[in-house]
Structures are given as C-alpha cells and as structure tokens.
C-alpha cells in the first residue's frame, strides 16, 4: 500500500479531517455565468447581509483545525485575493505547517504577487480559465480584460515555479478551443483539469445547467481526451466529512463546500465539538448498500456520483445524479467502442 | 540549532505518525514511530548527542547503533530537502 493510500484509508476510518475546504469570501470581482455561488453574495459592492469570518476568527480556526489532524488546506472563494488579509492568512497557514492549495481566478497575481506567493507551502494554485479566446474568456466572467490577467498569473506563477492547474469548466460557450487551453499549459509546465458536470448554485438557482454541453458534446470529448478506464468495484464511495471537511466563510463547517448539510457554525462551537460529536453526520454518509438505485446499477464503474449534489440537483442524497449518470453512460459506450476495435 | 527544519515542508503528526509534504513537488512522506520520534526531537531543538540519549531511553538499543541509524535517517531527511545542518 502506498504512503497516499494508507493516509486515505487511515484518516477517514478515524474520521480525521486531514483535507479542508476553507471558503474565504463569497465576493468576486468577476461575473462568471456558471458560477455556483448565490449571486447576490459574490458581489463585493452590495452590503453584506452577514459577517464574513475575521482575521482572528480565521487564525483560531486554523490552529484548532492543525490540532484536529488537519494537514491540507485549500483556501477558496469568491475571490481570495478580494481579503485585504489574505496574506496574513497564508503567514499563519505557513506557520501552522499547513500543505496550502489556493483556488483564484488570477486577476491580481503580478509578478510582485508571485514573487511573494513563492515563499509559502503552495502544493497547487488552481486558476480558472475558461478560453485561449479572449473575447470567449471575457465573456464568460463578465469583466473585459479578465483573461489577459489571468493568463498573465498563470505564466507569472510558473516562472516562480509554483505548481499551478488550469482548471475549466467546458460549456456551450467555451467548447470549441478547449485543447489549446492544453497546447498553452503544456507550454507553461501546468496542470490542467476540466469539468463536463456544472452544478446548480447553492442556493438551488439551476440557472448554471443550461450552459452544460451536450451529449454530443461529451461524446467528442470523450473521444478526444483518449481512454477514461472504469474502476474497479466501484463503491461511489465519498470522503467529504470522513476527512474531508468545509467551512464557508461565516464560520459554517460542512462534509464538502458542494454537500451543504451544515455540521455546526464555529461561531458558537469548537471545531472539535461539531466534528466528532455531530450526528448529522452519521446519517449523511451513505453507504453503498445505502444507495437502493445506484448500488445495482450497470453503469457503476463509471460513475463519479457526487452526494451532495445528487441532494442539490436531484433532491434525494441517496438516489442518483442525474448527470454522473449522464456521463457514466458516454464513458461506458466509449469504452466499449474501444473494446471492440 | 543543529538542525533547522526547512521552511518548504508541510507536516502533522497523525495517528501517531508524522507525515511530511515536500513543496513544490507534493510529495507525501511517512515516518515510523521511531523516526516520529526523532522528529519530535529536532522540533525542540535537541543536538545528536541529545537525540540519541533519548532513543537509548526510549528503545532498547546501544548507543553505537542508534547513533548509527539516526546519522542514516538525518542523511536521509537533509537529502530530500527536509531539514538543514
């Protein structure tokens, strides 16, 4: 067994939460169509109609999470670079011996920024770009001038060899090109990951699935981007709240920041009290004999069923995710094709 | 201070054991418990001579040969960039 694998199988049979979705802020300086956050929240120049987490609340969290086991720590927005405090944040992160992954859209990573951003444990900055086209890119985030800036920190981040992922969304409006987003980060040394599932926004709002591409669409992809193998004996297993955990920016934990069963606020409780003592917990994290209609289904090796959303988009936690199953079935027929030739 | 631990790491002591992440190349590093052990005493400062004393006390083994593998575990540490002498 690998160091990665007994770290996994360890920490989540002890229900230790060594992996965590830290949500900064809910405000943006971009507009992005698709974007999961509740819009009325992400907008920096609206009022706030709840206080986000301070720069003492955000320190205390940290040190109880590295007393809780916590090792990994993914600080996400809104935009983080947004908090006047951030990197204050990634000092003390730093301090703690935290293994910091941040997610951004770019737009004030200067070469100063990446320049200061070298000097903290980054394993991987995660940067949203959705295009090599400008007018494409700039669209979908709504700012003119966004995807300049952004494809200037992803080269900026690189040069101070930082690890970076390209991470994108593929949509109706961005489909078409999506491989010269893998020329340029060839190019620049980066990682690059894309999403054919969208979500629904938090709040319900479905609005982000209408940009979701087509079968037809998926199928392409799927012959483009090579061989996805099945898994083997796949038990659609998910560790967020095993070891994985969420807090959003008022202080809210949750397994996953996409699975908001909310677990405790850590306004009025310590971390340790919510993580251990919680019993909503016991009765979210689903089992695979738990999943009446999945658990038998022909398409499980293929499936990446997320429960959280399969609660937000399908509204039952125990029962299928209408697009897992969507792609489950593309992958399935292309590897049968490819079985066949 | 003997040994400066480097600032590019990441690490937590887990379930009793230590595991180390490399920066940048994410690398996952697990110690057993002596070397935990050793860890923990770098951590507070202590020299060689210090470490070995206390792996004596704690193990059952002669000096000469914990003095032997904690010489091979630092070398090893200092090598993939972890601590510094």
């Known amino acids: ?341 | 201070m003997e040994f400066k631990i480097s600032d590019k790491i990441a690490w937590r002591k887990i379930d009793g054991l230590l595991y180390i992440v490399t920066i940048p190349d994410s690398y996952l590093h697990l110690l057993n418990e002596t070397s935990t052990l050793i860890w923990e005493l770098i951590v507070k400062d202590k020299n060689k001579t210090e470490i070995v004393k206390n792996i004596c006390n704690e193990f059952d083994v002669e000096p000469a040969v914990a003095e032997k593998d904690i010489k091979t575990f630092l070398s090893q540490l200092k090598q993939k960039g972890i601590i510094k002498q």
């Open chain 1, 1 to 341: 067994m690998s160091v990665i694998e007994k770290f996994n199988r360890v920490t989540a049979k002890k229900n230790i939460p060594v992996s965590i979705m830290f949500e900064l802020t809910k405000k943006c300086n971009l507009r992005c169509i698709h974007c999961y956050i509740n819009p009325v929240e992400n907008q920096s120049t609206k009022v706030e109609y709840k206080t986000e987490l301070s720069t003492s609340e955000i320190f205390n969290i940290l040190g109880q999470l590295a007393d809780s086991g916590s090792l990994y720590i993914l600080f996400t927005g809104g935009e983080v670079f947004l908090r006047g405090d951030f990197f204050d944040i990634l000092n003390y992160a730093n301090k703690k011996h935290f293994a910091i992954t941040i997610f951004t859209n770019g737009v004030f990573i200067t070469n100063e920024v990446a320049k200061k951003l070298s000097r903290y444990n980054l394993v991987n900055v995660g940067i949203s770009l959705y295009s090599m086209n400008q007018l494409i890119h700039d669209k979908i985030t709504g700012v003119s001038g966004s995807w300049r800036r952004t494809v200037s920190a992803i080269k900026s981040l690189r040069e101070q060899n930082i690890p970076v992922e390209i991470k994108t969304p593929l949509m109706k409006q961005n489909f078409y090109g999506y491989q010269k987003i893998i020329k340029f980060a060839d190019t620049v040394g980066a990682k690059y990951g894309f999403d054919i599932s969208l979500v629904p926004c938090d709040n319900g709002d479905r609005t982000p699935l209408k940009y979701r591409i087509d079968e037809k669409q998926l199928r392409s992809f799927f012959n483009h981007q090579g061989v996805f193998k099945p898994l083997e004996n796949n038990n659609l297993n998910c560790t967020a709240g095993k070891n994985v955990c969420a807090i959003n920016c008022y202080g809210d934990v949750y397994p996953c920041l996409q699975f908001l069963v909310k677990f405790g606020n850590l306004r009025e409780k310590l971390f340790s009290e919510i993580w251990r003592k919680n019993f909503v917990r016991k009765d979210y994290l689903l089992k695979l004999t738990d999943l009446t209609l999945c658990r038998s289904c022909n398409l499980i090796n293929y499936c990446g069923r997320c429960p959280g959303i399969a609660l937000l988009e399908d509204g039952d936690i125990r029962g299928p995710w209408s697009r897992a199953c969507e792609i489950a079935n593309v992958s399935r027929d292309f590897n049968l094709a490819k079985c066949s030739d």
